[in-house]
């Protein structure tokens, strides 16, 4: 395979990665607390070329990135909603062991622990917390403080667990908006640098808008990698045949 179809194809490769990614953030350009996927590339060469006068081929090296930007922050009115503003991640105690997220529209499990939509029960700094039915907290209204101390009625059910990592690069994705940390450590958030928010939901930081115009770019580029990959075929075809011929 000539250089040029090295480059024309390995850009195709780069192109549908990137389709990959934006799809991925269009679908959940609605979905609380989700960050976008962002493809990072560079060039890179193919071995080295026999001939000194030969130049290496270069080929699209690409990697896809989580952006952990901030979405905006909406008020919704309902108790159970919770956002974060600032670094940081809520843990969740799902079927794998402990998750993170930033997703925070809450329910009320049948056992009347904190948990998210799947069914994950939220942790606090002493693992499930209870905010409703029997137990060490009463089924009164529910208020979530600035900090994660969590209300129920006139007790105090718990405080929210908020964790940052040094690296978030690092983490996982499993879904949409569940991380793995791996062998990461999870730290404490200190104390200001993350406000929870009660009330409220943290939206896409994926721009729908930004994302549809990305989109339309990214198919006319792979379609021209396509026709140029095309292009170079006809071409090594011909010279076959004509090489033939003399």
Do not use: C
């Amino acid at each position: 395979m000539n250089a040029g179809m090295y480059s024309a194809v390995s850009g195709g490769i780069l192109a549908l990665t990137r389709l990959d990614a934006i799809t991925n953030n269009l679908a959940n350009a609605s979905t609380p607390g989700f960050k976008a996927e962002r493809v990072a590339q560079r060039a890179a060469a193919v071995g080295t070329a026999p001939d000194p006068m030969a130049v290496d081929t270069p080929i699209a090296r690409v990697v896809v990135e989580t952006d952990f930007s901030q979405g905006p922050i909406e008020p919704t009115g309902n108790l159970l909603d919770v956002a974060l503003a600032g670094k940081g991640f809520l843990v969740v105690d799902g079927p794998r062991g402990e998750r993170l997220t930033r997703r925070g529209n809450l329910m009320i499990d049948g056992d009347g622990f904190l948990a998210t939509k799947d069914g994950w029960r939220v942790q606090g700094e002493n693992g499930d917390l209870r905010v409703g039915g029997v137990g060490p907290a009463s089924s009164g209204p529910l208020a979530i403080a600035a900090d994660g101390t969590v209300h129920a009625g006139d007790l105090t059910a718990g405080k929210l667990r908020v964790v940052t990592v040094a690296d978030p690069s690092k983490l996982v994705r499993e879904g949409g908006t569940v991380f793995a940390a791996g062998s990461l450590p999870l730290v404490a958030a200190a104390p200001g640098d993350v406000t929870v928010r009660q009330g409220a939901l943290e939206g896409a930081n994926a721009s729908p808008i930004e994302s549809l115009v990305q989109l339309i770019d990214t198919m006319r580029g792979y379609e021209a990698y396509m026709q140029a990959a095309s292009r170079l075929d006809q071409v090594s075809g011909r010279a076959v045949t004509d090489v033939g011929r003399v």
